[in-house]
């Protein structure tokens, strides 16, 4: 067990006061990782007065933020992310309170259980297809392609909305919230995130704002679309419309769900991105595993159609590759 308030009377400690440049501006991981070989596997740095603990191992990062989450785990208070941009109401940011249980709460009304995550593998199922028939027609585009399925699959669950060909603007969308959620919550792209005092005059207020409006679109746009199929009659289920139909709602309940939409959809469209793209380079750096999971899968599935989900218990190899 660590107590962080005594940290640094056990720890090597990185004094970085006032000279916040030497933070790393890119690839953190691996200076901090460099930092783990010299001070550590807990090491502290302190940047403007506000401590920064990095943990150099999983044991420990799992033991602090899994084992005893209700002690360690929380959401940072990141002032150009979280509060001028809005992303404080997002769960990647929310802090743990009322709210959050909320969030939480009706996710595991729809992911609780092995009935209901069943549910759902029609959709991957279809849009796995879909993905591999657009990697075999155009192998370049294969960043695209794995986009567009992790934001068609995400989207299909959360909001009921189906992605059609071609570029769509809910995933572009997401997209470029994204990657602005990265860029304003970084602290070496904001000197706001380190030196809260500053407050939002030390900011270009094209970019607070134009930032802002993106994430009010990504929340709002999706969440309308199932508002106005539900009174057309011809809402698809959804993780939005479940929570939705027949329901009278206060203001705090709908700002809850359409927010923790918003949050499912943002993640699953860019974390998913992230894994699978890990899986392509581990093919590409291990060709005898690919060939080994290649040769299981067609033993199993013979060559006239594609795997199922049904087809998982007689592939050893396949799941061991997860």
Request: with cysteine; proline share 5%.
């Given at each position: 067990m660590f107590h962080l308030t005594y940290l640094d009377a056990f720890l090597g400690t990185v004094a970085l006061y006032w000279n916040f440049f030497d933070m790393p501006t890119e690839k953190e991981w691996l200076t901090f990782a460099q930092w783990g070989e010299k001070y550590g596997?807990?090491?502290s740095v302190t940047v403007?007065?506000?401590?920064?603990?990095?943990?150099?191992?999983?044991?420990?990062?799992?033991?602090?933020?899994?084992?005893?989450?209700?002690?360690?785990s929380d959401r940072p208070l990141i002032p150009m992310?979280?509060?001028?941009?809005?992303?404080?109401?997002?769960?990647?940011?929310?802090?743990?309170?009322?709210?959050?249980?909320?969030?939480?709460?009706?996710?595991?009304q729809l992911f609780g259980n092995a009935i209901t995550m069943k549910s759902f593998h029609p959709v991957e199922e279809a849009e796995?297809?879909?993905?591999?028939?657009?990697?075999?027609?155009?192998?370049?585009?294969?960043?695209?392609?794995?986009?567009?399925?992790?934001?068609?699959?995400?989207l299909r669950i959360?909001?009921?909305?189906?992605?059609?060909?071609?570029?769509?603007?809910?995933?572009?969308l997401a997209e470029r919230a994204m990657n602005q959620f990265a860029l304003s919550t970084s602290n070496s792209a904001f000197l706001v995130n380190l030196v809260p005092f500053l407050g939002p005059r030390s900011l270009v207020p094209n970019n607070r704002k134009r930032m802002a409006s993106t994430l009010n679109e990504m929340v709002d746009l999706?969440?309308?679309?199932?508002?106005?199929?539900?009174?057309?009659?011809?809402?698809?289920?959804?993780?939005?419309?479940?929570?939705?139909?027949g329901q009278t709602l206060s203001a705090e309940q709908e700002f809850e769900i359409k927010w923790s939409s918003a949050s499912l959809?943002?993640?699953?469209?860019?974390?998913?991105?992230?894994?699978?793209?890990?899986?392509?380079?581990?093919?590409?750096?291990?060709?005898?595993?690919?060939?080994?999971?290649?040769?299981?899968?067609?033993?199993v599935v013979g060559n006239d159609r594609l795997p199922s989900f049904e087809d998982r218990a007689y592939a050893t190899d396949h799941r061991a590759m997860k």
């Amino acid at each position: 067990m660590f107590h962080l308030t005594y940290l640094d009377a056990f720890l090597g400690t990185v004094a970085l006061y006032w000279n916040f440049f030497d933070m790393p501006t890119e690839k953190e991981w691996l200076t901090f990782a460099q930092w783990g070989e010299k001070y550590g596997k807990l090491s502290s740095v302190t940047v403007f007065g506000q401590p920064l603990i990095i943990v150099n191992s999983v044991s420990i990062a799992k033991d602090m933020l899994d084992k005893n989450s209700a002690i360690y785990s929380d959401r940072p208070l990141i002032p150009m992310g979280g509060e001028l941009c809005g992303w404080k109401n997002a769960l990647a940011l929310l802090p743990y309170g009322d709210r959050f249980r909320n969030y939480r709460r009706f996710a595991r009304q729809l992911f609780g259980n092995a009935i209901t995550m069943k549910s759902f593998h029609p959709v991957e199922e279809a849009e796995t297809h879909r993905f591999l028939k657009q990697l075999l027609s155009r192998p370049a585009e294969f960043s695209e392609h794995i986009r567009k399925t992790a934001g068609a699959i995400i989207l299909r669950i959360s909001h009921g909305y189906q992605v059609g060909e071609g570029t769509d603007p809910f995933v572009t969308l997401a997209e470029r919230a994204m990657n602005q959620f990265a860029l304003s919550t970084s602290n070496s792209a904001f000197l706001v995130n380190l030196v809260p005092f500053l407050g939002p005059r030390s900011l270009v207020p094209n970019n607070r704002k134009r930032m802002a409006s993106t994430l009010n679109e990504m929340v709002d746009l999706p969440y309308n679309f199932v508002k106005q199929q539900i009174a057309a009659g011809s809402a698809e289920p959804s993780y939005v419309s479940k929570l939705l139909e027949g329901q009278t709602l206060s203001a705090e309940q709908e700002f809850e769900i359409k927010w923790s939409s918003a949050s499912l959809y943002a993640g699953g469209a860019d974390t998913t991105v992230s894994a699978i793209y890990s899986f392509f380079k581990a093919l590409a750096l291990y060709p005898e595993v690919q060939t080994r999971a290649q040769e299981e899968i067609d033993s199993v599935v013979g060559n006239d159609r594609l795997p199922s989900f049904e087809d998982r218990a007689y592939a050893t190899d396949h799941r061991a590759m997860k």
